[in-house]
Protein backbone atom coordinates (compact mmCIF):
# COMPACT_ATOMS: atom_id res chain seq x y z
CA UNK A 1 0.00 0.00 0.00
CA UNK A 2 2.57 2.60 0.88
CA UNK A 3 3.88 1.68 -2.78
CA UNK A 4 1.24 2.26 -4.03
CA UNK A 5 0.96 5.78 -2.41
CA UNK A 6 4.32 6.32 -3.63
CA UNK A 7 3.32 5.93 -6.91
CA UNK A 8 0.53 7.76 -7.01
CA UNK A 9 1.95 10.54 -5.64
CA UNK A 10 4.69 10.28 -8.26
CA UNK A 11 2.42 10.47 -11.11
CA UNK A 12 0.72 13.63 -9.65
CA UNK A 13 3.86 15.37 -9.60
CA UNK A 14 4.60 14.46 -13.30
CA UNK A 15 1.56 13.49 -15.48
CA UNK A 16 -1.18 16.27 -15.08
CA UNK A 17 -2.52 16.96 -18.33
CA UNK A 18 -4.44 19.96 -19.48
CA UNK A 19 -5.06 22.80 -21.63
CA UNK A 20 -5.81 26.89 -20.80
CA UNK A 21 -7.52 28.72 -23.37
CA UNK A 22 -7.46 32.30 -22.97
CA UNK A 23 -7.35 32.06 -19.13
CA UNK A 24 -4.68 34.74 -18.62
CA UNK A 25 -6.46 37.56 -18.02
CA UNK A 26 -10.10 35.98 -17.42
CA UNK A 27 -12.22 36.48 -15.13
CA UNK A 28 -14.87 34.07 -15.22
CA UNK A 29 -13.58 30.25 -16.00
CA UNK A 30 -15.61 27.56 -17.88
CA UNK A 31 -14.33 23.74 -16.80
CA UNK A 32 -15.22 21.19 -19.41
CA UNK A 33 -13.44 18.30 -20.80
CA UNK A 34 -14.06 15.85 -23.89
CA UNK A 35 -16.91 17.31 -26.34
CA UNK A 36 -17.74 19.40 -23.33
CA UNK A 37 -14.15 21.49 -23.52
CA UNK A 38 -15.03 22.31 -27.25
CA UNK A 39 -18.56 23.60 -26.39
CA UNK A 40 -16.79 25.22 -23.73
CA UNK A 41 -14.11 27.09 -25.72
CA UNK A 42 -17.21 28.60 -28.62
CA UNK A 43 -19.04 29.77 -25.52
CA UNK A 44 -16.11 31.74 -24.01
CA UNK A 45 -15.15 33.12 -27.31
CA UNK A 46 -18.72 34.19 -27.60
CA UNK A 47 -18.73 35.38 -24.03
CA UNK A 48 -15.46 37.59 -25.29
CA UNK A 49 -16.66 39.21 -28.61
CA UNK A 50 -19.55 40.64 -25.79
CA UNK A 51 -17.14 42.11 -23.90
CA UNK A 52 -16.51 38.87 -21.02
CA UNK A 53 -13.61 38.06 -19.74
CA UNK A 54 -13.94 34.42 -20.01
CA UNK A 55 -11.58 31.56 -20.20
CA UNK A 56 -11.47 27.70 -20.78
CA UNK A 57 -9.53 24.91 -19.04
CA UNK A 58 -9.80 21.43 -20.61
CA UNK A 59 -8.49 19.08 -17.88
CA UNK A 60 -6.92 16.15 -20.46
CA UNK A 61 -6.37 13.61 -17.35
CA UNK A 62 -9.13 13.25 -14.59
CA UNK A 63 -6.41 11.48 -12.67
CA UNK A 64 -4.63 13.00 -11.90
CA UNK A 65 -7.12 15.51 -11.69
CA UNK A 66 -5.46 19.85 -12.40
CA UNK A 67 -5.91 20.58 -9.10
CA UNK A 68 -3.11 23.25 -8.07
CA UNK A 69 -4.18 24.67 -12.08
CA UNK A 70 -7.66 25.06 -10.52
CA UNK A 71 -6.39 26.25 -7.53
CA UNK A 72 -4.23 29.26 -8.87
CA UNK A 73 -6.71 30.01 -11.35
CA UNK A 74 -9.14 30.61 -8.23
CA UNK A 75 -6.94 33.38 -7.06
CA UNK A 76 -7.88 35.34 -10.49
CA UNK A 77 -11.14 34.58 -11.41
CA UNK A 78 -14.41 35.38 -9.86
CA UNK A 79 -16.30 32.58 -10.18
CA UNK A 80 -16.67 28.63 -12.14
CA UNK A 81 -18.39 27.06 -14.13
CA UNK A 82 -18.45 23.24 -15.10
CA UNK A 83 -19.67 21.79 -18.47
CA UNK A 84 -20.23 17.90 -18.00
CA UNK A 85 -22.30 15.27 -20.34
CA UNK A 86 -23.09 13.58 -16.78
CA UNK A 87 -25.35 14.65 -13.53
CA UNK A 88 -21.92 16.36 -12.17
CA UNK A 89 -19.46 13.98 -11.06
CA UNK A 90 -16.32 16.52 -12.18
CA UNK A 91 -17.79 19.38 -10.28
CA UNK A 92 -16.92 18.20 -6.65
CA UNK A 93 -13.47 17.76 -7.87
CA UNK A 94 -13.18 21.25 -8.85
CA UNK A 95 -15.20 22.66 -5.91
CA UNK A 96 -12.61 20.50 -3.42
CA UNK A 97 -9.24 22.18 -6.10
CA UNK A 98 -11.06 25.79 -5.36
CA UNK A 99 -12.24 25.15 -1.51
CA UNK A 100 -14.32 27.77 -1.18
CA UNK A 101 -12.39 30.65 -2.68
CA UNK A 102 -15.09 31.16 -5.86
CA UNK A 103 -18.39 30.05 -6.62
CA UNK A 104 -18.77 27.03 -8.47
CA UNK A 105 -21.50 26.02 -10.23
CA UNK A 106 -22.60 23.29 -12.87
CA UNK A 107 -24.24 22.97 -16.02
CA UNK A 108 -24.83 19.36 -17.38
CA UNK A 109 -26.99 17.47 -19.97
CA UNK A 110 -27.30 13.44 -19.60
CA UNK A 111 -28.54 10.70 -22.37
CA UNK A 112 -26.53 11.69 -24.86
CA UNK A 113 -28.00 15.29 -24.96
CA UNK A 114 -25.37 17.67 -26.33
CA UNK A 115 -25.35 21.71 -25.70
CA UNK A 116 -24.94 24.34 -27.48
CA UNK A 117 -22.32 26.97 -27.08
CA UNK A 118 -25.37 29.53 -26.67
CA UNK A 119 -27.26 27.31 -23.63
CA UNK A 120 -23.40 27.18 -21.97
CA UNK A 121 -22.94 31.03 -22.48
CA UNK A 122 -26.63 31.82 -21.02
CA UNK A 123 -25.67 29.01 -17.84
CA UNK A 124 -22.35 31.11 -16.90
CA UNK A 125 -24.37 34.26 -16.97
CA UNK A 126 -27.68 32.89 -15.64
CA UNK A 127 -25.27 31.34 -12.36
CA UNK A 128 -22.03 32.89 -12.19
CA UNK A 129 -22.15 36.27 -13.68
CA UNK A 130 -25.38 37.24 -12.34
Known sequence: NLRLQSR???IEKNEVRYEEVMCEDAE?????????????QKAAEM??????KVGLLRPITLFPFPTNEI????????GMLTVELSAGQMVDDVRLAVNG??????????????????????????????
Open 8 to 10: YRE
Open 28 to 40: YLIVGFGISARIG
Open 47 to 52: AREEGL
Open 71 to 78: KRLADQVK
Open 101 to 130: KVPVEFFGKMGGIVPSPDEVLHALKEKVIK
